[in-house]
C-alpha cells in the first residue's frame, strides 16, 4: 500500500556493502513486480522485473526475491556504489482489474564512501 | 533513440487556467500512463492506456483528462487548474519495463 503523506524512509550503506530494499505489496493477482531506480531530477528507470510464478530473479549486481505468501518483493544490490543512490520503488501489474503499473512506496538509498 | 518525450519542461499556471501537457512515444507500445509526484512522495497514477483509443482512470484522476487517438501520443489535459495540481508530471509507455519521460514540473498559483 501506499503511505500517504509520508515522506520517503532512508537506507544509508557504506560504500561496497550490499543493500536490501524491501516492498510490501497490495495486490495478490498480479502478474508482475518491478523495480525501479529514479536520480535526482529525472523519470524513474526500470531495474529488473520478476513474473508472479517466480521467486528469485538475477540480474547484473541486483536480484529480486518474491514472496507470494507474505506478499513481500525485496531487491539485493551487491556492492554498493556511489552511482546507487537514488530512490528506488516496486511496481506491480495484473492482467485483470486495473491494467496499469502502480508503485509502491519508495527508499531512498544512500551511499555513504 | 527518442523513446517518451514530453513538454513543455516547466509551467507556471494561475488558478483557473487550463493547459495540455504533450506526450509521445516512438517504440510502438500499448501501455501509455500519466503520473504525478508530488515532492519527497511517489508516483500516483492519473491516467492510462493499453493502446489507442483506450483509456482509464488511475488513482487521482479528478481535474484531469486524456486522450489516445493514436499509438504515438497521449495527451493529459488540465481543466480549470488548482494549487493542489502542483507537481511533477511523468508520461511514460511499456507494460512492465516501462520507459519514462523527462517529467513536466508544474506550478500552479
Known amino acids: 500500500g501506499e503511505s500517504v503523506g509520508l515522506h520517503l524512509p532512508t537506507l544509508s550503506v557504506q560504500e561496497g556493502d550490499n543493500s536490501i530494499i524491501n516492498c510490501a505489496y497490495s495486490n495478490s493477482a498480479s502478474d508482475y513486480f518491478i523495480w525501479y531506480k529514479q536520480e535526482s531530477g529525472k523519470g524513474p528507470q526500470f531495474i529488473i522485473d520478476i513474473r508472479s510464478n517466480m521467486d528469485k530473479r538475477q540480474g547484473q549486481r541486483v536480484t529480486v526475491l518474491l514472496n507470494k505468501t507474505v506478499k513481500h518483493l525485496s531487491l539485493q544490490i551487491a556492492a554498493t556504489q556511489p552511482g546507487d543512490s537514488a530512490v528506488y520503488f516496486c511496481?506491480?501489474?495484473?492482467?485483470?482489474?486495473?491494467?496499469?503499473?502502480?508503485f509502491g512506496s519508495g527508499t531512498r538509498l544512500q551511499v555513504q564512501p | 533513440n527518442a523513446g517518451v518525450t514530453q513538454t513543455p519542461k516547466f509551467r507556471i499556471l494561475k488558478i483557473g487556467q487550463s493547459m495540455t501537457l504533450q506526450c509521445t512515444q516512438d517504440?510502438?507500445?500499448?501501455?501509455m500512463y500519466w503520473y504525478r509526484q508530488d515532492p519527497g512522495m511517489g508516483l500516483k497514477l492519473i491516467y492510462y492506456?493499453?493502446?489507442?483509443?483506450?483509456?482509464d482512470k488511475g488513482e487521482v484522476p479528478n481535474g484531469y483528462n486524456v486522450s489516445r487517438s493514436t499509438t504515438e501520443d497521449f495527451p493529459l489535459r488540465l481543466e480549470l487548474a488548482a494549487p493542489s495540481q502542483t507537481s511533477v508530471y511523468f508520461c511514460?509507455?511499456?507494460?512492465?519495463?516501462?520507459?519514462f519521460g523527462q517529467g513536466t514540473r508544474l506550478t500552479v498559483v
Open positions: 517504440m510502438n507500445h500499448n501501455y
Open positions: 492506456s493499453v493502446g489507442a483509443g483506450i483509456t
Open positions: 511514460a509507455s511499456g507494460r512492465t519495463e516501462a520507459f
Open positions: 511496481a506491480e501489474i495484473s492482467d485483470t482489474g486495473r491494467r496499469a503499473l502502480t
